[in-house]
């Protein structure tokens, strides 16, 4: 397997890099590390194929393209030094997941909700035979001298 590596380094440290990538040759496997040393983190939702954009979070960034030997494989990326409060947020993937917690906790709510429920109706219902029970067995003995001194 051959191995290539360039490094982009953008001069202002106040500025990160953009990649946009373009004509990803399936052959290929692109890593995109974020700093210029082989032992950076891997720039994180950052995913090599047609039209994908990425931004690294220093003003320097590592690619390193694996290709198969003997192959010939091309891929076109276009790099673009920008400003870091142009750069987009993850906003959209903060409010899924807080929406995300919200709906587990109304779910987990709602499940605790009908479990305590059905205990209070059990509890009821036992409640309720043993009055019963008592009832039975509370039953007052009618003796025929009674009922002869009721009339």
Known sequence: MQECTVTVLVEDPEQIVQLTFTN?????????????????PVLSNCYVSNGQQCYSTRNQVT???????????????????????LRPTDTPLLIGLILSTI????????????C?????????Q?????????????EPVWRSDDIIRAF
């Open 103 to 114: 709906f587990i906790l109304v779910l987990f709510l709602g499940i605790l909700g009908i």
């Open 24 to 40: 990803v040759d399936d052959s290929f496997k692109v890593s995109i590390l974020d700093g210029s040393t082989p032992v950076s």
């Open 63 to 85: 690619i390193v393209f694996h290709g198969v030997l003997a192959s010939l494989s091309t891929v076109q990326i276009f790099l673009q030094a920008m400003d870091r409060s």
């Open 116 to 124: 305590y429920a059905g205990y209070r109706k059990r509890k009821r």
């Open 126 to 138: 036992k409640e309720i035979e043993t009055m019963q029970a008592c009832m039975i067995y509370n």
